[in-house]
């Protein structure tokens, strides 16, 4: 099988906005067992939507459409498609029925221009759409099936999980089973992590990937077949040993989730106080439902008025270690564990840049700190010639690793390859 996705709008076009459903949607059929082998982005213009829906229909086996299926006038892929397959557009009376119950139900009048999404390509099979007003649709053209949805997210991604993927497992069974091992690392490049892996002999069957998302990159074990996904626990047990501390969680995406899933049924409590990385270290966690049951709070203390007076700090501290220190941010994290008395506090303060940095601390020192009730753990790294933004999603990073390794009974301070600490 075949499998094709063409995005469509200006704005992903023009780079206006990134294209996410993309980058998800790929993710989520590899997990599936399902190679999406080409992407292409179109505009909103009329010509060249016909022009590559005829091309790629003789090519592909099914084609993911997403985008273009909104009520206004540059929602233009319903119509393409029409003019590609030479037919006429007919309303499908079962949509135009559901999106004025749709409108009755909220309270809402009807714009003429909705009726536009209630009408498909003759000889199109409806796609329901349970969370928005613009239905898809499927049809066989060429060698192909087609297959429209909207490009809002979570609509889009409703409809590949309950619609799409049913779909084409329907039409496309696999002829082998499969499986995806994901392994998350932190701290590696990678390039780095491509030369350490390559003594690895991979099995028949058995392919390697890898996906950056910085601070991230994410290792994929692909098996297709049985004998294959058999091997799958010990090229793991491989990696693992080969990259040490390097790996960080499995089968999950960020350590956010990793931290919330091991405390969320735990029964134990954490706070947290930031600087430099103002909130990323609780908004990670608070994305999360039930997040409330172990989060006690996060506060952003950035000024060293707010260090003192809501954490504690003594200001001689501040004057003799400056805010960026060990000394600081120890202050700083005893202060954070101790308003609710949580089982663990995290904090940082650091110099995310471009500008403040010494000679002494330049650009990219961030001072992390654990605390539990028995002690506290420290470090100070050296993140140099990294983003502002990188700095930070680095040093939360750091930050959750360290609870992640204390809540495993781990080393809570360790090496990483690709940045290094301060001596305390």
């Known amino acids: 099988m075949k499998l094709e996705m063409i995005c469509t709008g200006e704005e992903v076009l023009a780079g206006q906005i ?9 993710n989520a059929l590899m997990e599936k067992g399902i190679e999406c082998q080409r992407r292409i982005t179109v505009g909103d213009r009329l010509e060249d939507l016909v022009a590559v829906f005829k091309e790629r229909s003789t090519e592909a086996d099914i084609i993911m459409v997403n985008g273009g299926l909104g009520p206004t006038s540059d929602d233009l892929s319903t119509e393409a498609m029409a003019s590609a397959m030479g037919v006429s557009l007919v309303e499908n009376k079962e949509w135009r029925n559901k999106l004025e119950a749709w409108f009755t139900k909220n309270g809402r009048v009807m714009a003429a221009s909705n009726l536009k999404q209630a009408l498909l390509p003759e000889g199109a099979v409806m796609i329901d759409n349970p969370v928005g007003t613009a239905c898809g649709f499927a049809v066989k053209f060429n060698r192909a099936w087609l297959f429209f949805t909207p490009g809002v997210p979570f609509e889009f991604k409703r409809m590949v999980t309950d619609q799409f993927i049913p ?12 499986s995806v091992k994901k392994l998350l690392t932190l701290g590696n490049g990678e390039s780095a992590l491509a030369d350490k892996l390559e003594v690895i002999s991979l099995p028949e069957g058995i392919t390697l990937g890898y996906r950056s998302y910085m601070p991230y990159i994410e290792i994929k074990l692909f098996a297709r077949g049985q004998l294959a996904i058999d091997s799958i626990p010990r090229i793991t047990e491989r990696v693992e040993e080969i990259l040490g501390n390097g790996v960080v969680a499995e089968d999950i995406t960020t350590l956010d989730q990793e931290i919330h899933n091991r405390l969320v049924n735990s029964g134990l409590t954490l706070s947290v106080a930031e600087s430099c990385t103002g909130g990323m270290i609780t908004s990670g966690l608070v994305a999360f439902a039930g997040s409330s049951a172990y989060l006690h709070q996060g506060l952003v203390t950035y000024s060293n008025e707010a ?33 609710l008395d949580s089982d663990f506090a995290l904090a940082t303060s650091g110099i995310a840049g471009p500008e403040g940095g010494s000679d002494e601390k330049p650009v990219g020192t961030v001072a992390i700190a654990l605390a539990t009730k028995s002690g506290v753990y420290s470090q100070m790294l050296k993140l140099p010639s990294r983003s502002r933004a990188l700095v930070r999603t680095l040093s939360t990073a750091v930050a959750y690793d360290m609870l992640r390794r204390e809540l495993l009974g781990e080393a809570v301070i360790v090496d990483y390859a690709s940045f290094s600490r301060f001596s305390k």
């Open 18 to 26: 990134v294209d996410t459903n993309a980058a998800w949607f790929a």
């Open 167 to 178: 779909f084409v497992e329907d039409r496309f069974p696999l002829s082998e089973p499969v």
């Open 307 to 339: 260090k003192v007076k809501v954490l504690g700090v003594n200001p001689h501290t501040l004057d003799d270690h400056g805010a960026v220190s060990i000394a600081t941010v120890e202050e700083m994290v005893k202060g954070a564990r101790g308003i």
